[in-house]
C-alpha cells in the first residue's frame, strides 16, 4: 500500500513479462470479464507502430500503468491517442497517474507532437477534475455509449457515455496549471454532477441513468454552442464543469 513517503519509478515497458504485468493490473483495477481486456498483442503492437507502454512501480511491483496508440485526425495531424491508464486503488490520490501522464507527456513532446486525446467517464467527477483541473486538458465533445456495456463495477451497468479529454501539451494554458497556477476562466455555462453519483450507481440505476441522460443534452447543446470544458467549481449539490467559449 501507499505511503506518505512513496517512492514511485515510471519507465516505458517493452518486455512480454512487463505487459502481462499490466495485463493482470487490468483485472484488478476494473474487474473486466476475460473477454473485455485489451489483450497482450495490443501492448505489443502498440510499442511497435509508435505508441508507448509506461509502468508504476513501488518496490519492484507494478503498481499502474497507461497505454498509448498513434492517431491521426481526418485532416491528417497526427496525435496520441492514450487508450487505458489505470492505478491500483491503495495507490489512488498519491500522485501515480499525474507521474505517468507526465512521463507520457515528456514522450510525445519528444517526438514533436502536441496533441494527447482520451476519453473518460463524465460521471466519474475525480477523474474529471484531475484531467482538467491538475493536467490543463479541455472536453469539446461528448459520444454517447462509447463501448457498450461492460462487465466492470466501475460502470455501474450503465451506458458507457464519455467526453474527449483533449491535452494540448505544448500550450502556455497547459504549461501554467502544470506550475500550479489556475487561468482566469469566463465561464457561460455549468453542468452539475450530483455528489452521491457513486452511491446512486450502486443503489439506483434508474436514476444514475436520468442524470446521465440529462447531463449528456447539456453537455452536447454547450458543445454545439462553441463552448468547452474549461474547469470545474464545488457546488452545493455537487461539483460542476464550468464551460466558456473556445476557438
Known sequence: MAGSETVIEVRQLFAL?????ALKLQQQIWGFADSELLPLRLFVVASR???HVFGAYHGGAMVGFCLGVPGLKPDGRPYLHSHMLGVL?????????????????????????DLIEWT????????????IERLGAIVRRYVENE???TSSHLHGGLPTDRCVA????????VEMILAGERPVLHTEDRITVPAEM????????????????ANAGRFQDCFARGLAVTGFERVSSG???????WK
Open 17 to 21: 513479462a512487463e505487459f502481462s504485468e
Open 49 to 51: 507502430i509508435g505508441g
Open 89 to 113: 486503488p491503495g495507490y489512488r490520490n498519491t500522485g501515480v497517474g499525474r507521474s505517468l501522464k507526465l512521463r507520457q507527456r515528456d514522450d510525445v513532446l519528444a517526438r514533436g507532437l
Open 120 to 131: 473518460f467517464d463524465p460521471l466519474e467527477i475525480k477523474n474529471a477534475f484531475f484531467n
Open 147 to 149: 463501448y457498450g456495456s
Open 166 to 173: 483533449e491535452w494540448w501539451i505544448a500550450s502556455p494554458r
Open 198 to 213: 457513486d452511491r446512486l450507481r450502486r443503489e439506483n440505476s434508474q436514476k444514475a441513468r436520468e442524470i446521465q441522460c
Open 239 to 245: 461539483e460542476a464543469y464550468l464551460l466558456e467559449p
